[in-house]
Each structure stands twice: as structure tokens, then as C-alpha cells.
């Protein structure tokens, strides 16, 4: 294996020439702006930033387009990224302006950096426990979606870069990195800043950051080259060994690898069902799909055996498993009402519905499907797959359903795991917007006919418009709780009621016992009974908030057991 080394600028050069191509084993641009911003924050410090893994072929191989533009490829011998794909499309992204291409959509990566930065360095990186990169619509932590413009403005000023927003864009001291990497002239930065006098001391020490800043074209990785005399099978294996030992890629990135080897150009088959499915409304990773096509394969769901599997196995399998997909999303749309992945604690219960419907032929009696309703919406709000081993607990049930066995029998399976199919009380103690129940009280909830307090618009995921954009409101806003009660009290999801953008703002930071009266008057009662939330004037004051919480559990256990027919289970 060849050892060379190479700038960030001359890596970005051969993408944009189309000298360095991808394989069709790699998995698609996944990172998030955060990502990036905290990838351009080590390089600016000068931090290790691994190494780039290419192979040299003349060998005809399968690939896919980068997620940045490229020019065809003016050699005959190919060079392919093997890892550093993430990195360098960020980096050519970012540099060169270009937008990047997410799933059919061109999406700009805009970075500010903040010329009067800190010399230290301000933590800044959000560990992700289920290490998902996957792209999300509203990229901010949980923590700055409530909190005030006050409090967000200070958390920035201790941050070198940032995902830029038009308050940010408008202040002086915050530059937009591709800007930068544009200009080698540092006079339309400075006199932004208002340096108009070579002797303000800001000049030498701005300018000094924003060389250092472009100086990131000049970091240096080391590459390793791969010999052209290796197979493509070869390389695949290599691929998965060197990603599997780092535990940089998922498991289904790898067995992904393991399958395009074997099936080449399956890749656009399996993104072309993708992106049926996000037309469709469910917009999921593509390694669900993968695992239900392994499902279907095998009868379980561990990515372990895909590498023993013959093409031919993968072919029919995926067949069979698309018409199950199908059946599974029309399902839980059309009979459970779960129109959204947002509203799942786990996609794994796609795979198990797609199987069910597998397993029956797609023939289902209307007592087995209210039966099999039941179980998909207690799973779900129970987050059947969300605890402990969701694998070992989904081939439980794909053995169960190879065993004939119907929504009875998984219902039983769901009632040996989690105790007690009802809801009590006290299981909504001490929950975030994250778990399976804040799902579950949404569609609870949306079925009981709640509305916004203002527009008197129902509840829904997809409103246009920031106003109507649907938003967790704090009942009790975290301002008003500050200093009383913790922030975890706070959070609490018995504190959390879903209105419009619009309404939330207008709320702002006023106590319920000031803002509830208007509302109650101008759109009655209902609006907040359909989210159970009591009125009583008692429990509307400051030191009256825990028995609030008490009160609003009671009443969002008696909803959501009616919603879910426990009684009849």
C-alpha cells in the first residue's frame, strides 16, 4: 500500500476535476452543518484529522455521483475514495460555495466565523448517543430551541464557528466562511468589522485569523493508496474491515458495501425506493430498508449474514420486501394514523409490519387488522424497539410471525416485555420530547381534535409557515420556572402542549395565569381539553406546578389508554 499526502485544496481540486470518483459502496452525504462546523473549527486549530483511503483501478467498478458537482474524468485510471468522503465533500462544499445534493435536494452548508472569537476553545460538539448523522430539517440542539435570544447571543460569542442564521449574518464581527475562502483581500472584512485605521488593534489580530482561516486549504492529510493489482471484491473487504474496526460506519453501511459487491448497481434500486417512499411521507434511512430486505432474506434482521448471501437470494428477497414496505406504510397511515416517521419511536416497526404482511399474504380479516392496530400503536408508544436490544427483540417477533402466529401472539410477546399495556401516570415522570409517549400523547392528542389556541388550525406535522410550523410549547415557560424548579422539572412533558409558531411567540415568557384567561375566553375550553391540560386557577401559579403535573398526568393517562383500547386488551 502507497503512502502520499495531499492539501485540502489539492483534494477539492480533483473532486471538482473529477479525478477522485466514489464507489458505489459508499453510503450517501450524511452530515450534518453541525458536522462541518466542527470539522472546519479542528482544522482551524490544527487538530488530527484522520487519514483518506483511496484505490487506484483501471478496472471497470459501479459508482455514484458525489453529493458536490464534478467534471467528467479526464483519465482512463480511476482514483476511489474509500473513506473521507463526509470530510472532503464538506470541505469542496464549503470552499469551493457549492451546494450539496441531499437525496434530490440541493441544500447550501452556510458557516459564519467569528472574528472576535475567544483564543480558547468553547466546547461545542453535541455527541449524538445513537450516532445518527442523518440530515434533520431544524439542525439546532434541544437546548436552543428554548432558549432566549439573550442566552443563545452569549452561548455564539464563546463559539469560533457557527451554522449561520440571518441575526448572525447581520453583526459585524461574523464573517461567512466561503466569503473568506473567496477573497485573499481581507480589506471587505475588516471594514465591515468597522476598521477603517490600520492602527486599530483589531487589524493585525483579525487579519492574523482570517489567514489562519484560509490556511485550512493548506492542511495536509495523509493519504493511503490501495495497489491497482487488488479485485473489487477485494477492496469491498478492506472497506469493511477498516470502517468495522474504526467504528466509523454503521452496520448497515458496511453490509451495504458487502451487497453492491455482490449485486452491482443495486445501489440506485435501493435509493430509487427510497425516495418512492419519501414521496410518500416516509423519508427514512436507507439502512431500514436494507434490514428489511435482509428480514425477508434470512427471517431475521442481524446485518451478520449478508456476506454469505447470493446475489440471486438479494434480487428475489428485495422483491418481496418492497411489496411489504408498501403494505406497511399504507397501514400505518391509512388504519393506525401514523402519517409521519417523526411519529415513530423506532422505524424497526415498519420491518416488523412489512413481515406481517408478508407472512399473510397481504390477506387480513378486519378483526386481525384492529388486533394488529393495537399492537402497532401500544409497541410504538410502549417503545417496543427504543429499550434494551431493539434487534434481538425484533426477530423475536419476525420468529414469532414465522411461526404463523398472529397480533394476538405479538401483542402477548409486547405484554411479557413491558409488564402492563396501559399507561400509568407515573411513566410520563421525568420523560423528554424524545421518548415514544410525547409521539403517543401527539397523536392522542390530534385525535381528540386539537387545534392551535389562535389560528384554530388542527394539529399537524406538515403546516407551511413559520407561524403555523407546529412548536412544543412550555405551558410553564422555562423562564418563569428558573430558579424554582429544575430544568429537567421543566422539560417535563406534562409541561409541553403543541400550538403554532405564531401563538408561541406571542405567549413568550408569560405565566399560564396570565395568558390562559384570553385564550379560554376567545376560543373556549375545548382547545385545552383536547391536549388535557387543566385550567384550574389553582394549579396555574408558580408555587401550584407540581400539582399542575400530577393533574395533567392523570388526565393524559386516561386519554391515551382510551386512545390506544387497552381496556379491551
Not at 282 to 301: R, Y
Not at 477 to 484: M, R, S
Request: hydrophobic fraction near 40%; charge should be neutral; include cysteine.
Amino acid at each position: 500500500m502507497a503512502k502520499a499526502e495531499a492539501t485540502v485544496e489539492e483534494l477539492v481540486g480533483m473532486i471538482e476535476r473529477g479525478e477522485l470518483r466514489l464507489p458505489e459502496m459508499q453510503r450517501r452525504y450524511v452530515w450534518r452543518s453541525t458536522r462541518v462546523r466542527d470539522l472546519l473549527d479542528s482544522l482551524y486549530r490544527g487538530y488530527p484529522s484522520g487519514a483518506i483511503l483511496l484505490w487506484e483501478t483501471d478496472e471497470a467498478v459501479p459508482m455514484q455521483a458525489f453529493a458536490v458537482g464534478q467534471q467528467g474524468n479526464p483519465y482512463q485510471t480511476t482514483r476511489l475514495l474509500l473513506d473521507g468522503q463526509q470530510r472532503l465533500t464538506s470541505l469542496s462544499a464549503v470552499i469551493r460555495g457549492e451546494s450539496v445534493n441531499v437525496r434530490g435536494r440541493r441544500k447550501p452548508i452556510e458557516l459564519l466565523f467569528n472574528l472576535d472569537h475567544p483564543d480558547q476553545l468553547s466546547v461545542v460538539t453535541e455527541v449524538d448517543e445513537n450516532g445518527d448523522d442523518e440530515e434533520d430539517e431544524d439542525e439546532r440542539a434541544d437546548d436552543e430551541v428554548d432558549s432566549t435570544e439573550d442566552e443563545l447571543q452569549k452561548r455564539f460569542e464563546r463559539m469560533t464557528f457557527v451554522v449561520a442564521t440571518k441575526k448572525l449574518e447581520q453583526m459585524p464581527n461574523w464573517v461567512k466562511v466561503t466569503d473568506v475562502f473567496k477573497s485573499d483581500s481581507d480589506r471587505v472584512f475588516l471594514k465591515r468589522a468597522g476598521i477603517n485605521d490600520l492602527d486599530d488593534p483589531r487589524s493585525e489580530k483579525y487579519s492574523q485569523r482570517l489567514a489562519r482561516l484560509r490556511g485550512i486549504r493548506k492542511y495536509v492529510y495523509r493519504m493511503d493508496i490501495l495497489e491497482r493489482s487488488l479485485s473489487y471484491d477485494e477492496v469491498t473487504e478492506i472497506f469493511v474491515r477498516v470502517n468495522s474496526l474504526g467504528a466509523k460506519l454503521r452496520s448497515s453501511d458496511l453490509a451495504l458495501a458487502q451487497i453492491t459487491a455482490k449485486w452491482r448497481g443495486s445501489l440506485k434500486t435501493f435509493q430509487d425506493f427510497q425516495e418512492e417512499c419519501t414521496k410518500a411521507g416516509f423519508d427514512v434511512d436507507l439502512g431500514i430498508h436494507l434490514k428489511n430486505l435482509i428480514a425477508f432474506a434470512t427471517g431475521q434482521s442481524r446485518f451478520l449474514t449478508v456476506g454469505r448471501l447470493p446475489a440471486a437470494t438479494l434480487r428475489e428477497a428485495w422483491k418481496e420486501c418492497v411489496r411489504g414496505m408498501q403494505f406497511a406504510l399504507n397501514f400505518l397511515k391509512s388504519n393506525v394514523g401514523i402519517d409521519s416517521p417523526a411519529l415513530l419511536s423506532s422505524p424497526f416497526l415498519l420491518v416488523a409490519l412489512a413481515f406481517y404482511g408478508h407472512k399473510r399474504r397481504y390477506q387480513i380479516e378486519a378483526d386481525e387488522a384492529q388486533r394488529l392496530r393495537q399492537w402497532a400503536l401500544i409497541a410504538n408508544a410502549k417503545g417496543r424497539y427504543s429499550r434494551g436490544s431493539s434487534e434481538t427483540l425484533l426477530d423475536q417477533d419476525l420468529a414469532t410471525m414465522r411461526d404463523g402466529a398472529g397480533a394476538d401472539q405479538l401483542i402477548e410477546r409486547l405484554r411479557l416485555q413491558v409488564g402492563r399495556l396501559d399507561v400509568a401516570p407515573e411513566e410520563f415522570e421525568g420523560r423528554s420530547q424524545r421518548s415514544a409517549l410525547f409521539k403517543t400523547m401527539f397523536l392522542a392528542f390530534r385525535d381528540a381534535g386539537a387545534r392551535d389556541w389562535q389560528s384554530n388550525l388542527a394539529i399537524g406535522l406538515g403546516h407551511k409557515g413559520a407561524q403555523h410550523r407546529l412548536q412544543f410549547h412550555h405551558i410553564f415557560p422555562k423562564a418563569v420556572l428558573n430558579g424554582t424548579y429544575t430544568a429537567r422539572e421543566a422539560d417535563d412533558i406534562a409541561n409541553l402542549a403543541f400550538i403554532g409558531g405564531k401563538t408561541n411567540r406571542q405567549i413568550s415568557d408569560k405565566p399560564p395565569s396570565q395568558y390562559f384567561p384570553a385564550l379560554i375566553e376567545k376560543a373556549g375550553v375545548g382547545s385545552f381539553e383536547a391536549q388535557c391540560i387543566p385550567i384550574d386557577q389553582s394549579l396555574l401559579g408558580i408555587e401550584g406546578y407540581r400539582g399542575f403535573l400530577a393533574e395533567r398526568r392523570k388526565l393524559m393517562s386516561q386519554r391515551l389508554n382510551s386512545f390506544l383500547g387497552v381496556a379491551q386488551l
